[in-house]
């Protein structure tokens, strides 16, 4: 189970409304390093601290609107632990050549240097699991792991050896064990919600809601349990949708979005603290003629 903590609880402003036309389909997962830290323990503080330096930079150095990674991977305290940066659903993720094809991966970036350090256990664990996590998920098509170095030729900048000559060469082996990993989520739980229309609020017909419990054991981590939500277009035509989760179970942050008709896709859940949790899913839409399903996928 991977430990993920919500871009706003890392202090990131909310992302900018103009990259919300998204989702491109991802097919794996782009890995990156810092080339700052290490993969020695630190606080959960000063990773967060870590990440919002990373965004100024991004901003300044590159004149991007918004932090470029995905996720940053961080050893806290001998756990492996995710910041979301830019959200998975969103357009562009890695950094050489995103335009072309970099957004079809989902960006994490390590904390630390392997041209001149080499991971740890807690980060080689760490990389297999969230590759797993996110097949399992639905949030790329297939086990696919890339270096930033392999889109090198697309880059107007120059090469890179990111994500570092000593972390670089160990890809396969992290393919096999999130491999390993992915057949011991058999346990997941699926849930599949048929979404009732409820009154009208505004412009905006509601459909919902499920709801959902949780129950988190390690008060340790500020997010310990995450699941996955998919939502079927069953109407002919193309939907917009905003997802919303009541104060008790964030929806990791509202989601606006569009949906082919069928097309699912996946969408991150969090609940914030240890202990026990509930909470309702709220869809809303704005075509009245819809079929709706919801599958919450539960991945404990
Ligand atoms: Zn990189």
Not at 46 to 58: G, S, W
Not at 87 to 112: K, T
Not at 134 to 142: D, E
Not at 251 to 280: C, F, N, Q, V
Request: contains cysteine; negative net charge; hydrophobic residues 35%.
């Amino acid at each position: 189970m991977i430990q993920l903590i919500p871009r706003e609880e890392a202090g990131l402003p909310r992302h900018p409304d103009s990259y919300y036309p998204g989702p491109f389909p991802k097919v794996g997962v782009c890995l990156h390093n810092m080339a700052v830290g290490s993969p020695d323990p630190t606080t959960l503080e000063r990773a967060k601290m870590r990440t919002r330096t990373n965004y100024k930079y991004h901003l300044a150095k590159w004149g991007s609107i918004d932090i470029m990674e995905a996720y940053d991977l961080y050893n806290v305290e001998g756990f492996p632990v995710f910041i979301e940066g830019r959200p998975a659903w969103s357009n562009c993720d890695a950094f050489s050549g995103m335009a072309q094809l970099g957004y079809r991966y989902i960006g994490l970036e390590v904390h630390g240097n392997y041209d001149t350090q080499y991971p740890n256990d807690v980060i080689l664990e760490g990389i297999s699991d969230f590759l797993a996590a996110c097949c399992a998920g639905g949030k790329i098509s297939g086990l696919e792991m890339k270096g930033h170095r392999d889109f090198n030729s697309l880059s107007s900048y120059g090469p890179t050896s990111c994500p570092g000559n000593n972390l670089y060469p160990l890809i396969p082996e992290l393919v096999a064990e999130a491999r390993r990993k992915l057949e011991g989520y058999g346990e997941e739980e699926e849930m599949i919600y048929n979404l009732e229309r409820l009154p009208k609020q505004g412009s905006l017909f509601v459909w919902g809601a499920a709801d959902v419990f949780t129950r988190i054991d390690n008060p340790r981590h500020s997010a310990d349990y995450l699941c996955w939500l998919n939502v079927k277009n069953e109407s002919p035509s193309p939907l917009p949708i905003e997802i919303f989760g009541t104060p008790e179970l964030a929806a990791g942050h509202p989601h606006k979005d569009t949906i082919p008709p069928w097309e699912k896709r996946g969408y991150d859940i969090y609940a914030l603290a240890g202990g026990h949790y509930g909470g309702s899913i709220i869809l809303k839409a704005s075509q009245e003629s819809l079929l709706a399903t919801m599958t919450l996928l539960r991945l404990k």
